[in-house]
């Protein structure tokens, strides 16, 4: 799982590391959950190309609404 992926910051070091770790999940056809609250043309500008392609690759659901950690 990688939770909040749109939170870390986009070091040349950890978008490689990040790379690899997605690359490795689609070579093994391991199970990957990744959550964002960017669009995937928003985590390409974020994380680069390679890796929005690969998620993409694995298919995405999209979810809309209001944050329930927020009270009303």
Known sequence: VLDDLDKANPTDFGIEVLFAAIDQ??????????????ALDD???????????????????QMAGDDRRVSA
């Open 25 to 38: 999940r689609i070579v093994n056809g391991t199970p990957l959950l990744v959550t964002t609250n960017l």
């Open 43 to 61: 985590l390409a500008d974020r994380m680069g190309d390679p890796i929005a392609s690969r998620l993409a690759g694995l298919g995405s659901i």
